[in-house]
Each structure stands twice: as C-alpha cells, then as structure tokens.
C-alpha cells in the first residue's frame, strides 16, 4: 500500500503557483541570486556580504547582534559573515569605550569605497526586474509588502509606514 497522495487529496489540490507566500519566496530567491551574480563578478563578494556591508555604512546596524536580528539568522552565522568580512579587510571590529562588553562594527576605507557601490546593484537587479511597472504600480507593490511586515506584529517593522498609511493599516 502507497503512502503517495492521491489524487483530490490537499496537497494535489492546493495550487503552489497560486500561493502568494510561495511566490514571494521565488520572487526573493530570484532577486538574491541576480544581486550575488553582480557582487560577485563585480566586487568579489556574495549578495549577503554585500548587503551586510551596505547596512554598516546605511548606519542601519553597528553590532553582530544588530545584523542578526535583521537578517532573523543565529549569531553564529553573522559571526562567520563577520570573519570573512574582517579577512577581506571590508570592516573591523571595535570595542566599545562606554560599555567594553559592546563590539561594534566598522567599515574601513576600502569596505565604504566597496558600499558605494552597492546600491547600483540593487538597483539594476530590481529595474530587471521590474520592467514593465508603472511607477505607480512599483509603489503599490512597496505599499503592500510593507502591509504584509506591519501584519507581523514585529516592532522592527513599525517603522515602515508612513503616517497616512498607518492610520489606515489601524483601520483610521
């Protein structure tokens, strides 16, 4: 006797293509392998090293801990980015003065020459990707995937919409 799914069962009837979850991690992988493509041949780094450096000169994260919320992956894995990072001579880890036990994170010349960079990546990655959006459609795509973070409830996504658009995600 066959373990298999038979046919009409949920999982032959649920429609993968159909699933918005599904089709956002696509979307996601796709666009993460165009941007490792680029930093790659262009910079000599993988998309995540890349994205990891931008943040550090966005001012967007200072600390390993910082980076690991972020990017919602253990500090161990953050520490190994971190490393390589180090070894590249990209950033440098510099100890607190208020606090010693904070090891903050700084880019070096060469890692901020590196970070300017990146944002010409990203953007000919999503133009590619985008072509054929209006602008206006770009924006409600923006709109809603910033809805979808609110959704989470994560505080760190709070900060995403803007003042007319959380009044009407609170129903105002």
Request: charged content about 35%; cysteine-free.
């Given at each position: 006797m066959s373990d298999a799914p038979k046919p009409g069962s949920v999982i032959g009837d649920y429609q993968l293509s159909e699933s918005v979850g599904y089709l956002m991690s696509r979307v996601r992988s796709t666009m993460w392998n165009m941007v490792t493509q680029h930093t790659t041949a262009e910079l000599g780094i993988t998309s995540t090293q890349a994205s990891i450096v931008f943040m550090l000169a966005a001012g967007r994260a200072l600390t390993a801990a910082d980076l690991a919320r972020e990017?919602?992956?253990?500090?161990?894995?953050?520490?190994?980015?971190?490393?390589?990072?180090?070894?590249?001579?990209?950033l440098s880890r510099v100890r607190s003065e208020e606090d010693r036990r904070v090891v903050r994170l700084a880019l070096t010349p060469e890692g901020y020459a590196l970070a300017q960079k990146i944002p010409a990546i990203f953007t000919r990655v999503l133009d590619k990707l985008l072509g054929g959006f209006t602008p206006e459609e770009v924006g409600f795509l923006k709109s809603m995937l910033r809805r979808i973070l609110v959704n989470s409830c994560d505080p760190a996504c709070a900060s995403l919409l803007g003042g007319s658009e959380k009044e009407k995600a609170a129903g105002n």
């Open positions: 990017y919602g992956i253990d500090a161990s894995a953050v520490t190994r980015l971190i490393d390589r990072l180090e070894k590249r001579g990209l």
